[in-house]
């Protein structure tokens, strides 16, 4: 079946430096959606990629799909303490459920 | 729109007895998704309904786990027994039109099996 592995799981940053996680699909996707979870919360969702290469950009964080459609990256530049939180990659297959993957857990150290 | 609701928020229960969990989706929502989370094993999907079928149950851990959607606006998620090891943080979220489409996810129930 399909599989989603996101990298790193951990991830512990001095607030202003930037940040990267990075997913990656067993097969080729539809789309690729990102959520934050804060701690002791739940998955929200941010943004959802469906077009080979496109990069997405909110305030400090940027998102990009790769060309081939089976990869994908969240990068946040000069991290904030308000940015810590569990980050998942999902990647979608029409009309198939959503693979989540195992989640970028970052810390941020004021 | 309130979002996804489920109840209740923590449940603490004793090793044997039966737990059931509450899902009210967003309305007009197609799809229902149940996850379970744990710190092992991340996000795992249990179950998933589309107008109120169950299309996907191969997540569903075993016989003690079931799941119903008698209608379009309710779900529950039962363990009979349950056992400590289902300890966790189960989350009912939403879809609009297409299992692959952003999900809206309740706040999640919190369950201790002691």
């Known amino acids: 079946g399909q599989q989603v592995m996101q990298i790193p799981q951990y991830q512990h940053v001095q607030e202003g430096e930037d940040f990267t996680t990075y997913c990656n699909s067993s097969?080729?996707?539809?789309?690729i959606q990102w959520y934050k979870q804060r701690p002791g919360g739940h998955p929200v969702f941010l943004i959802q990629?469906?077009?080979?290469?496109e990069v997405k950009k909110q305030k400090r964080l940027t998102f990009q799909f790769g060309e081939a459609k089976k990869n994908s990256s969240l990068h946040i530049t000069a991290t904030q303490t308000t940015d810590v939180g569990t980050y998942f990659c999902a990647g979608g297959i029409a009309g198939n459920m959503l693979t989540f993957g195992g989640g970028t857990r970052l810390m941020v150290k004021p | 729109d309130a979002g996804v609701i489920q109840s209740p928020r923590h449940e603490v229960t004793e090793m044997g007895q039966e737990v059931t969990l509450r899902c009210k989706p967003i309305s007009g929502h197609d799809y229902l998704f149940w996850y379970r989370q744990t710190m092992m094993r991340g996000l795992e999907l249990l179950i998933y309904?589309?107008?109120?079928?169950?299309?996907?149950d191969s997540g569903m851990p075993e016989d003690r786990f079931s799941a119903k959607m008698p209608n379009a606006s309710f779900s529950t998620l039962k363990i009979q027994p349950s056992e400590p090891r289902d300890s966790a943080v189960y989350f009912c979220?939403?879809?609009?039109?297409?299992?692959?489409?952003?999900?809206?996810f309740g706040p999640g129930t919190r369950l201790t099996v002691l």
């Open positions: 979220a939403s879809s609009p039109r297409d299992p692959a489409g952003e999900q809206f």
């Open positions: 309904f589309n107008n109120n079928v169950p299309i996907d």
């Open positions: 990629l469906v077009k080979s290469g």
């Open positions: 097969t080729t996707l539809s789309n």
